[in-house]
């Protein structure tokens, strides 16, 4: 069986501070990105998306931001809570209208 | 609940056995998946439906079959499976819309463990 799991990277915050994590995505053709939350358990739940005509979005306690140049996005969350603990996935449509890429996450740990 | 449904939300089967996993999706959308996701990958997409047609199959081994009766209804046939196959499978949805992407509506998944 399965031994070994995948290594995720791990942001640890503090409750109340702010958190940033970062995705570096592959395809210069992608238009639109996406940051789905999964927690221990559940199916990713979408939490907001941003199209290649803007650099910025923002939501309720979460912003996302794109640089096309270096092929960066990134999701800030503001006052972080320990509900916001799970693992955060970036994904790209590259050059298809119907399909994403999903990079390998990140996982947040919000310590009391 | 997110509109999308998946049942049974744990199955564990025996290698010989043959046992189907089901999606349902009540938000009207066009394109339905499959996703796998093991301790060792990331999300791996496994099969696509546009309009009812499998638009992909991501080179997945023939002891999973999908089916998409209809829009709204995808189901995963397995048989002889091996423990490696041991993972949670997502299905999700999705409106797809001539030139523009849309995100994905996931369900809750089923934890498959294969012994």
């Known amino acids: 069986g399965e031994s070994v799991g995948l290594h995720l990277p791990t942001l640890s915050v503090q409750e109340g501070d702010n958190s940033i994590i970062n995705c570096a995505y592959s395809?210069?053709?992608?238009?639109?990105f996406i940051w789905y939350k999964q927690e221990s358990g559940k199916g990713p739940q979408f939490i907001i998306d941003?199209?290649?005509?803007?650099d910025k979005r923002q939501g309720q306690r979460v912003t996302v931001l794109l640089n096309k140049t270096v092929k960066h996005l990134s999701l800030q969350i503001a006052a972080t809570q320990p509900g916001d603990s799970a693992v955060y996935f970036c994904?790209?449509?590259?050059?298809?209208?119907?399909?994403?890429?999903f990079g390998s996450g990140t996982r947040l740990l919000v310590r009391p | 609940e997110t509109g999308v449904t998946q049942t049974p939300r744990h199955l564990v089967m025996g290698m010989t056995n043959k046992k189907s996993l089901k999606c349902e999706q009540h938000?009207?959308?066009?394109?339905m998946y499959w996703y796998k996701q093991s301790a060792k990958k990331p999300l791996e997409l496994m099969f696509v439906?546009?309009?009812?047609?499998?638009?992909e199959n991501n080179s997945v081994p023939s002891r999973f079959s999908p089916e998409c009766p209809n829009s709204s209804h995808l189901f995963l046939h397995l048989h002889t499976l091996q423990p490696e196959d041991s993972a949670l499978y997502l299905c999700?949805?999705?409106?797809?819309?001539?030139?523009?992407?849309?995100?994905?509506?996931f369900g809750s998944g089923t934890r498959l463990t294969v012994v």
């Open positions: 941003i199209r290649s005509n803007m």
């Open positions: 994904a790209e449509n590259g050059d298809s209208s119907y399909k994403l890429i």
């Open positions: 938000l009207g959308h066009n394109a």
């Open positions: 999700a949805s999705s409106q797809e819309r001539t030139g523009a992407t849309y995100g994905y509506t």
């Open positions: 395809n210069s053709a992608s238009d639109y």
């Open positions: 439906y546009n309009f009812k047609e499998q638009t």
